[in-house]
């Protein structure tokens, strides 16, 4: 991989407001994301994963100009997002699009197939209609339908079949950066597997780098080359795909794996269960944010937030536990 990564975040933070208004102040902030930290690099899969409420998709949505951050710096490229006009931001955004996780909801049930793969377009310029309609093709084609279903609406697909219509669209304008938030969580899982071989074969074709969020273990270990674990709006283990499941070195991810059902009881991992509920994001407990769930805190712990730091060769981890070696 070059040393430039195509994408670089630092310190990214993301506080909602909790209620107030135009004249009144914030009753407080919901922390969604808490200073996060991390790489893509070009034609690289990079797995974002945890329980629902992490912040994985907020992040996700940031990178994309959806949501502004509170505070941090988003690179693409080489260039600052925040120091770019809105003119200038938009010419980068056509660089990196979405893949949402609801086929049903995120394609307008008013328009024809045509007018959703091609719509991409329509934002930078307006080529001919006769144009439009060979892309949208050619993209059908690429994702496994048929230039026939250009003038069907949305209504008249199954639920894979409007994922690749969503695919489809976030080829048209050639990004080099493709956000997948949940690509295969709303399907069927007797086509799940289908639409995981064509995001991975669609890389290959066109040079893509992924950002793939889920909160499928399996899926994101089968799919990415590193994969990022949050907890409370942070990253808390950073792996490569290789030796995620076989060595965990956080107690937040022995216990993510641990919940993976296995057809082997023989083979079930041994980490414990997780103890209690995700403290809220409002008011999050002090030192590292999982020490209330875990049986192995001391008192550290409850006091000083762990630094996300390398302890083996690519593998990095938020924990004051043996210093990051590993659980025992």
């Not at 719509?119 to 048929?146: I, N, T």
């Not at 008249?156 to 950066?177: D, K, M, N, V, Y």
């Not at 808390?236 to 965990?248: G, H, I, Y």
């Not at 980490?271 to 769930?293: K, L």
Request: charged content about 25%.
């Amino acid at each position: 991989m070059p040393d430039a990564p195509l994408l670089r975040i630092a310190g990214l933070v993301k506080h909602f407001p909790l209620g107030g208004g135009l004249l009144t102040a914030p009753r407080g902030w919901v922390q969604a994301v808490n200073d996060v930290s991390f790489a893509v690099h070009r034609g690289e899969s990079f797995g974002l994963v945890g329980e629902s409420g992490c912040g994985k998709t907020t992040v996700g949505r940031m990178v994309l100009g959806l949501i502004h951050p509170t505070r941090g710096r988003i690179e693409f490229d080489g260039q600052a997002i925040q120091d770019l006009s809105r003119r200038e931001f938009g010419r980068l955004r056509r660089r990196m699009h979405i893949i949402f996780q609801d086929p049903y909801s995120s394609l307008d049930p008013r328009m024809t197939v045509e007018r959703i793969v091609t719509e991409p377009l329509l934002a930078d310029r307006r080529p001919p209609r006769a144009e439009r309609r060979r892309a949208a093709a050619e993209l059908l084609d690429k994702v496994g339908l048929r230039a026939a279903d250009l003038d069907k609406y949305p209504h008249e697909f199954s639920g894979g079949q409007r994922q690749r219509i969503g695919i489809a669209r976030a080829l048209c304008a050639r990004p080099r950066l493709i956000v997948a938030d949940e690509p295969v969580s709303a399907l069927d899982v007797s086509i799940q597997a289908q639409v995981i071989n064509l995001i991975q074969d669609l890389q290959q074709e066109f040079g893509l780098s992924y950002i793939f969020i889920s909160h499928d273990l399996s899926v994101v270990e089968h799919v990415c080359n590193r994969i990022a674990v949050m907890y409370l709006g942070g990253i808390v283990e950073l792996a490569p795909a290789a030796n995620f499941s076989r060595c965990p070195r956080h107690p937040y991810t022995a216990a993510l794996l641990a919940a993976v059902p296995l057809p082997d009881p023989h083979r079930r991992a041994a980490a414990p269960a997780m103890e209690g509920d995700v403290p809220s994001p409002i008011d999050p407990p002090g030192g590292c944010p999982f020490h209330p769930r875990c049986r192995h805190a001391f008192e550290r712990c409850s006091k000083e937030k762990p630094p996300l730091v390398p302890a083996v060769e690519g593998h990095s981890v938020a924990c004051w536990l043996n210093d990051g070696r590993g659980l025992e």
